[in-house]
């Protein structure tokens, strides 16, 4: 009887963990984001917003994210100063929340 209980026991934890939001948001690509409740690559799976939420002025400062192609380099953080962007929050993986003007891709 008592190695049941010990089964019961193993096969709840078991079911637990294949619940639990860490295993729900494994990362599919180095890039993946995690941002609150929602993970995305933004080259591959971009943010689902609500309505509005894109359709932000180009013509004033911002906060932005700046995701880089890979382990941060000094000259390229100096490049983004450079630009006119300040840092302000790194977030893993290769991610800066930046403030400045209207982001492009470099």
Request: no cysteine.
């Amino acid at each position: 009887m008592k190695w049941r209980y010990g089964l019961i026991f193993v096969l709840l934890m078991a079911l637990v963990v294949e619940l639990s939001p860490a295993a729900a948001t494994t990362p599919s690509s180095p890039y993946t984001l995690r941002l609150g409740e929602q993970s995305f690559d933004p080259l591959l799976d971009p943010p689902r917003l609500p309505a509005g939420w894109d359709d932000v002025p180009t013509s004033r400062p911002d906060l932005h994210l700046v995701q880089l192609t890979g382990p941060t380099q000094a000259a390229w953080l100096t490049a983004l100063e450079a630009s006119g962007l300040q840092l302000v929050q790194y977030i893993y993986p290769y991610t800066y929340v930046v403030w400045g003007q209207n982001v492009q891709a470099a």
